[in-house]
């Protein structure tokens, strides 16, 4: 820590965060973790509120760190899927205790 700021390259929880933070990256890991591999369209769909740009980021931020995959089929119309990697499968047991806090804390 320099000047109060903590450093995510030594503070374990700051780069966790700084890999997996955002509103829709967890829910991206879960909905891949529950569902199995999916297509963009089919993303979209379960996630009405989020918008193209903000998917399509949180894809390619989530690929390039490694925690899901991108397969391309070369085809007409185009097909790619999504799934997680061995790295993103990591996570789910994290996601899976922030699910039953979220259970027992969920406002009524």
Do not use: F
């Not at 973790?33 to 297509?39: A, C, E, H, L």
């Not at 369209?41 to 193209?52: D, S, V």
Request: charged share 20%; aromatic share 8%; with cysteine.
């Amino acid at each position: 820590m320099k000047d109060g700021i903590i450093d995510p390259s030594v503070c374990p929880i700051s780069y966790t965060l700084s890999i997996v933070g955002g509103k829709w990256k967890w829910v991206l890991m879960w909905i891949l973790s529950t569902k199995g591999t999916q297509r963009y369209g089919e993303i979209r769909k379960l996630l009405p509120n989020i918008t193209h740009k903000i998917l399509i980021q949180h894809l390619k931020e989530l690929e390039a760190n490694g925690l899901i995959s991108r397969k391309e089929y070369s085809q007409v119309p185009p097909k790619v899927e999504y799934s997680l990697t061995e790295k993103g499968q990591t996570l789910i047991p994290i996601l899976e205790l922030m699910s039953d806090w979220g259970s027992i804390n969920l406002p009524q």
